[in-house]
């Protein structure tokens, strides 16, 4: 954990204050089980998961993006250019964990850290590679805004597969504009969602999705407030930690992190970090870091 936040602490602010206390607590320790030292040692080329091969559903709706002016997705479009870098170095990183995690699980200590956000970004911009066939799930069923934001149908959806008033063909909806991704809306509103997903059929459902797609991206309630994590986190390879300096709570921060299994935490997600900013020889430098469990760090210092 020393080095998730080595550029932070050299700041002034608020932010340093924050990434020093994250460090400083020390709540994730280093892998030990040689994983961490194979991925330092040299980098590991991207292995792609086949694509499934499955006769594509007459039943699945097909249905446009529809997204407000004010919807920051970044993969999509071309107004921040930086922003959508970010999200491929973060696909390329999951790509090239020797863990290779297909169920990948978005999750932050709180509401409005931006889980929902990244979660679509990442399913978005792993849809942009050709071979991949990714799936993004709705599984927060208290708060269900996935299809709201993407101008999709709400229902049916999860918690009516899960109920068994819907097939999982039927509660599909694959992206007009992006062949490659599909999204599984959360339907309801449901009551009693923790229970849902406390069953034998969720657990059967994600299998099914499993032979379907080479990715899965799932979006989850934050850590802590719900059963629904601890659940959701049992039948995931990997956890996406998302991070949001200006609005994060530090000590719930540090209790969530301490309830992801250390070798499932794929790595960290700062959400709306701010630019850091060097001046030299007339140039100003933006620098962003990004974080993997294997503490290495990718820079990025473009002159604008």
């Known amino acids: 954990m020393s080095k998730i936040f080595d550029a932070l602490v050299k700041q002034e602010g608020d932010l340093a204050q924050f990434a020093k206390d994250f ?110 066939r990714v799936l993004l799930v709705e599984a927060d069923l ?43 809306p959360g339907g309801g509103p449901y009551k009693g969602a923790t229970e849902l997903l406390d069953s034998h059929h969720w657990r059967a459902v994600i ?11 799932v979006d989850s309630p934050p850590i802590g407030v719900l059963a629904d994590f601890d659940l959701l986190q049992a039948i995931a390879d990997g956890v996406v930690f998302v991070v949001r300096p200006d609005q994060t709570n530090r000590t719930l921060c540090l209790k969530a992190l301490s309830s992801v299994s250390e ?16 001046h030299r020889n007339g140039y100003s430098y933006y620098y962003n870091y990004y974080y993997n469990n294997n503490g290495s760090e990718k820079r990025d210092d473009r002159p604008v």
Do not use: C
Request: avoid cysteine; charged fraction near 20%; aromatic fraction near 4%.
């Open 23 to 132: 460090s400083a607590a020390n709540s994730i320790k280093p892998q030990t089980n040689g994983t961490a030292a194979k991925l330092a040692a040299s980098p590991s080329p991207i292995i792609v998961p086949s694509r499934p091969k499955v006769q594509e559903a007459p039943e699945i709706r097909v249905a446009p993006l529809r997204l407000s002016v004010t919807t920051p997705l970044f993969p999509f479009d071309q107004h921040n250019a930086r922003a959508a870098e970010q999200y491929r170095i973060v696909r390329t990183k999951i790509l090239q964990d020797l863990r290779q995690p297909r169920v990948i699980l978005v999750s932050s200590a709180s509401p409005m850290d931006g889980k929902t956000i990244t979660s679509i970004n990442l399913a978005g911009v792993m849809a942009l590679r050709k071979e991949l």
């Open 142 to 184: 208290h708060r269900s805004n996935i299809a709201k934001i993407l101008g999709l149908p709400e229902g049916p959806g999860l918690a009516e597969v899960i109920t068994g008033k819907a097939d999982i063909a039927e509660a599909l909806v694959r992206i007009e504009q992006f062949p490659n991704l599909y999204v599984l």
């Open 207 to 217: 299998e099914n999705l499993r032979s379907q797609f080479t990715h899965v991206i």
């Open 263 to 278: 070798d499932k935490l794929l790595g960290v997600v700062l959400n709306a970090a701010k630019d850091w900013v060097l």
